[in-house]
């Protein structure tokens, strides 16, 4: 049997610094954010990356979730979430599995729950 192999080397979609989006955005593969966005991100087995200068009010449901940057909303992802420094969350965030590094600013609730988020 294979085993399905993710390269996050390779973003499927980039949305620059100088980038704003307003609305629900819907990705597959990896999508790394350094510019601004407004509403909900989702994905059904994607990974979020959002850089240093990436901001993104709305919420978000993803398998993956990395922040450099900054969220404003909630994050629920089916296999983790990581923030590091110097990412910033003001939300819940929930996931199997959450890595919060040292310097970074969070507030808000954090749950570790497997299961199926799909349907929130």
């Known amino acids: 049997?294979?085993?399905?192999s993710r390269k996050t080397d390779l973003y499927s979609t980039f949305?620059?610094?100088?980038s704003n989006f307003e609305?629900?955005?819907e990705f597959t593969g990896t999508i790394r954010i350094d510019g601004q966005v407004k509403g909900k991100v989702l994905s059904d087995g994607g990974i979020l990356?959002?850089?240093?200068?990436?901001?993104?009010?709305g919420d978000i449901v993803v398998d993956e979730a990395r922040i450099y940057g900054e969220v404003m909303g909630n994050i629920d992802a089916k296999?983790?979430?990581t923030v590091t420094r110097p990412g910033r969350v003001t939300g819940?965030?929930?996931s199997p599995a959450i890595t919060i590094?040292?310097?970074v600013i969070f507030d808000g609730n954090c749950g570790?729950?497997?299961?199926?988020?799909k349907n929130l």
């Not at 949305?15 to 100088?18: D, L, M, P, V």
């Not at 990356?49 to 009010?57: F, L, M, N, P």
């Not at 570790?112 to 988020?117: A, T």
Request: no cysteine.
């Open 49 to 57: 990356i959002v850089g240093e200068q990436g901001v993104i009010h």
């Open 112 to 117: 570790m729950k497997s299961g199926n988020l």
């Open 23 to 25: 609305g629900t955005l």
């Open 1 to 4: 049997m294979f085993k399905k």
């Open 79 to 81: 296999e983790k979430i």
């Open 101 to 103: 590094g040292k310097g």
């Open 92 to 94: 819940d965030i929930r």
């Open 15 to 18: 949305i620059g610094i100088e």
